[in-house]
């Protein structure tokens, strides 16, 4: 319970008691006036009936005495009237029960009104003829202090009611700096290092919020710096100074992720840029004039392809680029590399020392099942046509492969959704163990495998393609995580914790997600065994849907990582603004730094950051013994790959 709402309720409870206090006082006193002006009001009556009585007796006329009774009683302001005479027998004697109407019962028996009897002697001259005795009926008290005490806690529950919102009011700008304290802890715990702008008035609160603010400011520079050295590191690697695009290595690296990682495409298109007698321009005008139609075309290539879901953008040699695009039409690939040439020129237009340049542009497309080597073949292919056509020339290669027919298409969704119908999914599994104690599992990634209809196993890069073209990779997670909640709950399985992969489709899907929330809930406490990744491409492309599953994961108690984690500009950052329990380096960026000892800089700096951000980093694709040493000494946490273990 948070100190605000003790202090509310301790205030709360003690207005309560006061108020309650008063309202006890003020009806008791109420009751105890009308008890007075009761008995008043019987001693009044009983008074002035004794004399008109004791001419009435002293003549013996018992009538008139009946009739002088019945005047004054028949008013209904009394419960009892009796005349007793001198040997104290009863008279004349008249009595009605209480009558109490429109008041509870209960009310009458928690606060009674004592109604004390009026006495007074009858006399004739020198003679006593007996005593008249009067009660008045409380009926008409009772339903004053009813009304009153009605009144009373009517206007004490409004004044209780104005009190407590103008106490809760103030206790919210009195402890507003220490919510404000509250949210800069928690956001220290998610590595998210805020400043507190209030000033509180009470200096204890004052000096907490200068000690908050020192910490988290200079946590905060430190991570700042880190990030700052991890960044500079990684562009010295793999971005070309000149036009801020990756370099060749970079360019290759990322290829070979998209060739080989998870993230799924049916057609991709390489636009080749290569600029001829750049040299003899250089000669004739100074390299400032080269390095102005190179950053042209670089500038060009960014807004040409600003919408493409995944473009790598390189100068992959000298005077030459390579512009990767995943997914696209045959279509849309020529009309994006149609307008890059048109701007280009364009812009080179009016500058003269570009006509001793051509600019040569080829367009080639490949398939996921290509190796690097065919697309580079393909590239080169098509720019050397491209040179041959003209000066300035444009060539578009056609697709030699027709795996992209309507055809083939509808074959692979039939199969996908044939699979889903009929649960025809198998679900094997690779350890991700610690390095430093290759025996302890860190846990084991799933990995999905479609069963055809002849019960052989598809692998994942032939279906998910098309799973992910047809919009049905949601249905295919939902099959995937339906066998690994199942596989969790069997006692069989032990108590390891898995890893399931989620495409950006699913993620980005609402209902998916929402479904996924269920599942977490009807785990219970076993949820603590899932982890979910999100492939770097995925959570760079929708930060909102990242947020929304990594706070669900751990809402629950599950692990939340980023999968092929470390080649795409924006990784460092994204890593210090999302803060996710774990990341999978890239498994062409490890080995790359395994064997490029002059990049175990850059390896160490990503390892620093990430465990700055209690961040467990895991390297991927470790096929030796040396790499997983070289890594272990790096400073990297887990290792997975076929040394420790194959998918089964």
Request: hydrophobic share 50%; proline share 3%; net charge negative.
């Amino acid at each position: 319970m948070t100190v605000r709402r003790q202090i509310f309720l301790v205030l709360s409870a003690l207005f309560f008691a006061v108020l309650s206090a008063v309202l006890i006082v003020s009806v008791s006193g109420t009751r105890q006036y009308l008890e007075q002006q009761l008995a008043s009001h019987a001693q009044d009556a009983a008074t002035a009936m004794s004399v008109t009585l004791g001419q009435s007796l002293g003549k013996g006329d018992m009538v008139l005495a009946q009739a002088q009774v019945l005047s004054v009683f028949d008013r209904g302001y009394f419960k009892r009237i009796a005349v007793l005479g001198a040997d104290r027998q009863p008279l004349v004697s008249r009595e009605l029960p209480e009558k109490i109407q429109g008041v509870p019962l209960w009310f009458v028996r928690l606060v009674p009104i004592e109604t004390a009897t009026g006495e007074a002697f009858v006399g004739s001259g020198w003679r006593q003829m007996g005593k008249v005795l009067v009660s008045s009926q409380p009926t008409f008290a009772y339903q004053h202090l009813w009304t009153t005490a009605i009144d009373q806690l009517l206007w004490l529950v409004a004044f209780y009611g104005v009190s407590l919102g103008l106490m809760g009011l103030l206790l919210h700008y009195i402890l507003l700096p220490l919510k404000a304290i509250e949210k800069t802890a928690n956001a220290v715990q998610v590595k998210k290092f805020l400043q507190i702008d209030l000033r509180p008035w009470a200096p204890e609160l004052a000096s907490v919020v200068v000690a908050m603010n020192q910490m988290s400011r200079r946590v905060g520079e430190m991570l700042d710096a880190e990030v700052a050295r991890a960044e500079a590191l990684r562009k010295q690697a793999y971005d070309d100074d000149m036009t801020g695009l990756a370099n060749r290595r970079g360019f290759e690296l990322r290829l070979v992720e998209l060739l080989q990682g998870e993230h799924q495409f049916m057609l991709g298109a390489v636009v080749a840029v290569e600029m001829d007698d750049m040299r003899l321009l250089n000669r004739a005008h100074g390299f400032v004039a080269g390095e102005h139609i190179m950053r042209v075309v670089a500038d060009g290539a960014r807004e040409v392809f600003s919408n493409v879901s995944l473009a790598i953008l390189a100068r992959s040699n000298e005077f030459s680029f390579s512009f990767l695009l995943a997914d696209p039409t045959h279509a849309q690939a020529t009309e994006l590399a149609i307008e890059l040439r048109r701007r280009t020129m364009a812009q080179l237009a009016d500058f003269a020392p570009a006509n001793m340049v051509g600019i040569n542009m080829g367009v080639a497309f490949f398939h996921q099942t290509d190796t690097r080597s065919d697309v580079f073949a393909r590239a080169d292919l098509a720019v050397e046509s491209a040179r041959q056509s003209d000066r300035n020339g444009f060539v578009v290669l056609p697709d030699s492969q027709d795996e992209n027919s309507a055809l083939g298409s509808f074959g692979w969704r039939t199969l996908i959704q044939s699979a889903l119908e009929e649960s025809r999914w198998r679900l094997l599994s690779q350890p991700v163990v610690r390095l430093q104690a290759v025996t302890e599992v860190i846990h084991s990634e799933c990995m999905a495998r479609l069963v055809d209809g002849q019960g052989e196993l598809v692998p994942a890069s032939n279906f998910m393609p098309m799973a992910a073209r047809h919009r049905l990779m949601p249905e295919v997670d939902r099959a995937m995580v339906t066998l690994a909640l199942e596989r969790l709950r069997d006692p069989a399985a032990g108590t390891s914790t898995l890893a399931i992969n989620l495409s950006p489709q699913s993620i980005g899907d609402a209902e998916f997600v929402d479904w996924l929330a269920r599942q977490l809930v009807s785990l219970g406490d076993a949820a603590v065994r899932v982890a979910f990744e999100v492939s770097e491409f995925g959570a760079l492309r929708n930060a909102g849907a990242l947020t929304r599953v990594r706070d669900l994961a751990r809402l629950h108690g599950a692990a939340f990582g980023i999968d092929h984690f470390g080649l795409d500009p924006q990784a460092v950052q994204m890593l210090r603004d999302a803060v996710p329990d774990y990341v999978k380096l890239s498994g062409a960026l490890s080995q790359e730094l395994v064997a490029q000892a002059g990049n175990n800089e850059l390896l160490v700096s990503f390892v620093t950051l990430a465990h700055s951000l209690d961040v467990t980093v895991i390297a991927q694709q470790i096929e030796t013994a040396e790499q997983a040493a070289a890594l272990f000494e790096a400073g990297v946490d887990g290792g997975q790959g076929y040394y420790f273990g194959a998918p089964q």
